[in-house]
């Protein structure tokens, strides 16, 4: 069984997500095996909000490059949660 702490790994902060986040979207950084139902269930047990939906997608890496050596970074899922309309996830705020 995995648990809530394990399927939400970190909240996203980035101009994107702060315009988001004025919409009632917050956006997490997901494990690649967390389904959409498990990511629901984690943020109203972790932060007793109610999410209306959720929204994922699978952040390709991009190439980078250290000296002579070619590489990628790590892909990694995001997911987008929507919530109640008077609903605050404090976490995010002072951010």
């Known amino acids: 069984m995995i648990q809530y702490e394990d399927i939400l790994i970190e909240p996203v902060l980035s101009e994107k997500s702060n315009q988001l986040r004025e919409e009632g979207k917050y956006v997490f950084k997901v494990a690649r095996s967390a389904t959409k139902p498990q990511i629901k269930e984690a943020v109203r047990r972790l932060f007793n909000v109610t999410p209306i939906s959720c929204t994922t997608m699978v952040v390709g890496g991009k190439p980078k490059r250290l000296r002579y050596r070619q590489g990628y970074t790590s892909s990694w899922k995001k997911a987008i949660v929507k919530i109640g309309k008077d609903e605050k996830?404090?976490?995010?705020?002072?951010?």
């Open 89 to 95: 996830i404090t976490l995010f705020e002072g951010v």
